[in-house]
């Protein structure tokens, strides 16, 4: 999980800044993006590897761990209302950006997990499932999801009916259930089309089949946020 890191300081590319994201494929809640810069040695994190192949107590351990030995770690959450008005991806990447913009220390060099993000001053490379292979990048995934899941157990406790604690804003059988009863609230992303189709079927919607994906949006447009 370290080579990658190590490759690119024995080539004189350091510090090493990785970034991921979490809640891309949710229908309800914030974009959560984080980027960290990981010590070697002996402040090594073991461990560590993609969020979701972790269990909740076991993230908020090495979440702990992360913001505490990390040489530098920032997370920027990115509202419902901004995916809807700007668009998915162009919000990640921007995110992106500004995440790495945010850390106390500037990197010398950026993993991200599956695609790059441009505008940077600095060279990066974008890695195919990079929380699996790059332990800066997987040291990412978990603060995003660690603080989007926290983000989303506090929405819960404002709208009790949906479940968030629970399913965190993905499209699940249940979460489609609430929709189909109270219809969408106010952290939901209206340019989703499950959520869309609540809205306009006036809280009659389909059971979706049980997944984390991202729900498909009609006639989807993207901008950058400013």
């Not at 402040?43 to 969020?51: A, C």
């Not at 990447?93 to 599956?114: E, I, N």
């Amino acid at each position: 999980m370290h080579a990658f890191e190590r490759a690119l300081a024995h080539g004189g590319l350091s510090p090493v800044a990785g970034v991921d994201e979490a809640g891309r494929g949710a229908c309800a809640g914030p974009l959560v993006v984080a980027a960290v810069v990981l010590q070697g040695g002996r402040r090594r994190i073991d461990g560590l590897t993609d969020s979701k192949l972790l269990t909740p107590a076991r993230r908020e351990e090495l979440y702990a761990e992360i913001t505490e030995c990390a040489h530098a770690w920032s997370a920027v959450i990115i509202p419902c209302h901004d995916i809807d008005r700007i668009g998915l991806h162009r919000c990640n990447v921007t995110g992106m950006r500004r995440a790495l913009a945010a850390l106390d220390r500037r990197p010398a060099y950026v993993l991200s997990d599956g695609f790059p993000v441009p505008g940077l001053d600095v060279p990066g490379l974008a890695m195919i499932k990079g929380d699996h292979v790059a332990a800066c990048v997987a040291a990412a995934s978990i603060v995003a999801k660690v603080t989007r899941d926290r983000i989303m157990v506090g929405l819960h406790e404002r709208y009790p009916e949906y479940g968030f604690d629970l399913h965190k804003g993905y499209v699940t059988r249940a979460h489609g259930s609430a929709l189909a009863v109270h219809g969408p609230c106010p952290e939901h992303r209206f340019s989703y089309v499950n959520v869309g189709r609540a809205l306009r079927n006036n809280g009659e919607v389909d059971l979706a089949e049980e997944t984390e994906g991202e729900v498909p949006v009609e006639d989807s447009t993207e901008g950058a946020r400013a």
